[in-house]
């Protein structure tokens, strides 16, 4: 009996030190199966399904169930004994009915005490064929966990009716529509904004974004474009404030610079006029210049101003229909995007918007948070009561669910199988038997009093038959 318990003992304290407790005899015995992997094994498979102290604890707990179970069993062995002495010295009547029941009991108590043992370790050492179940099958047991999950778990009838009877949608939407449920998620959205734009590398997304913007001006043709909006402008009498302010502006210059264009157009003279004609010619153009310019300022209805609006009218209709012209537009547009310093323009922009992102993500009261929470208040609002919308939105979360399990469900399922392929069959044994030891030892006994009462039932009915 000690040499029985003493086996089961083993496991707990240390199958690794122990050439007949864990998974076999030896090193090299049986046990040693498949389940156990003798070479190198990476340290994360260990550490991930290590024998804690907790662990140990609950051991302790199954230590004292396998005392009290092996104590049953040496009790009905001692029973056993006295009452076969008894009937063997003599005595009638309850010797053999109390005999029968303790053989039958230690039987029953053996026989559990085998199918226990059985589970985590050969019994005695010896290489009993289906023995050391766990160390031996353990990749076997997970594959066939992986595969229960995935067939059980993963359909996508079971996924699809599962989310579905959730009502995802009405839910969401309720707890949306709370205005501090708004809040939390405004604030947690803000919080992964500012973390993305953190991560980012300015030169990269500068990089991207100027490229993008580059490869999307010239693909575009501008010219079309740019002669509708001229001749919306020039129709709805748009660019007549420019023209003001071009006429007030030379006017004043004009004024400023009086002397600058007189001797201007002095020195274009030829160099054979007297001077003072030179002088007259001058002053004769700046005040026809000046008085030009005047009357363009001052009267809306000038014909320089007509003819600007036909010129602009023309342009506009040259610029969405003249190949010419439009080709023009285009080397001009490929000119200009071409200039480092405007490809420097386009690359800064990025900065400015991460940082007024950034500001706006941070303060409570900014425009942009404020618009956020609104707008997941009146999401969670319409969620709560449209029916269609809830619908909508549970479809598309059932249809991604079935997706990712019926694409992925091997990588799933492998999870489960490889993990359990790379616990320690040793480790693996010691931390189920403490979780389940417990439950185990009263098998042992309920095998004993069921092997008791069986035995004595089947003598007192071979006794009352006069067998």
């Not at 997304?205 to 001006?217: D, K, L, N, P």
């Amino acid at each position: 009996m000690e040499r029985i318990e003493g086996t089961g003992e083993d496991a707990a304290s240390g199958a690794a030190d122990n050439g007949t407790a864990g998974t076999g005899a030896g090193a090299g015995g049986p046990g040693r199966g498949p389940g156990r992997r003798s070479g190198a094994r990476p340290p994360s498979a260990l550490a991930s399904f290590a024998y804690t102290a907790a662990d140990e604890e609950k051991r302790r707990g199954v230590r004292r169930m396998k005392t009290t179970a092996t104590g049953l069993l040496l009790l009905v062995a001692l029973v056993y004994v006295l009452a076969t002495w008894a009937k063997n010295e003599g005595v009638d009547g309850w010797p053999g009915f109390v005999a029968a029941a303790a053989e039958a009991g230690m039987v029953g108590a053996l026989a559990d005490w085998f199918a226990v043992t059985a589970l985590f370790k050969r019994p005695l050492g010896l290489p009993i064929p289906h023995t050391a179940i766990i160390p031996t099958k353990k990749d076997q047991l997970g594959a066939s966990l992986g595969s229960f999950v995935g067939e059980n778990f993963l359909s996508g009838e079971v996924v699809r009716d599962r989310i579905h009877s959730l009502a995802i949608g009405g839910r969401l939407g309720s707890w949306l529509a709370e205005p501090a449920h708004a809040d939390r998620v405004t604030a947690e959205l803000s919080t992964a904004l500012r973390g993305a734009l953190t991560v980012l590398r300015d030169s990269d997304v500068q990089a991207v974004v100027g490229e993008a913007i580059t490869r999307r001006a010239n693909a575009a043709e501008v010219g079309p474009g740019l002669g509708k909006m001229l001749e919306k402008i020039v129709a709805d009498g748009g660019h007549r404030k420019v023209v003001d302010l071009v006429c007030v502006r030379a006017h004043d210059w004009l004024v400023e610079h009086g002397d600058s264009v007189m001797d201007a157009v002095q020195g274009g003279a030829p160099g054979w006029t007297p001077r003072f004609v030179d002088k007259r010619v001058g002053e004769r153009v700046y005040k026809e210049l000046l008085r030009f310019v005047t009357e363009m300022r001052d009267m809306p209805g000038h014909p320089a101003r007509s003819s600007i609006d036909t010129f602009l009218t023309d342009f506009a209709a040259d610029l969405q229909t003249d190949e010419e012209t439009r080709a023009r537009v285009e080397r001009l547009k490929s000119e200009i995007l071409g200039r480092g310093e405007v490809q420097d323009v386009i690359a800064s922009a990025w900065s400015s918007v991460r940082q007024m992102m950034i500001t706006a993500a941070e303060d409570e009261r900014s425009e942009l948070r404020l618009r956020a929470r609104a707008s997941l208040m009146s999401l969670g609002a319409r969620l709560a009561t449209d029916g269609r919308l809830q619908a909508k939105l549970e479809g598309w979360l059932e249809d991604a669910a079935v997706y990712v399990v019926t694409t992925y469900r091997a990588e799933i399922t492998s999870l489960i199988s490889d993990t359990v392929a790379g616990w320690d069959a040793d480790q693996t044994s010691k931390k189920i038997e403490a979780h389940i030891g417990r439950d185990l030892q009263f098998i042992r006994i309920n095998g004993t009093v069921v092997g008791a009462l069986a035995g004595l039932a089947i003598y007192a009915v071979s006794w009352a038959f006069g067998a």
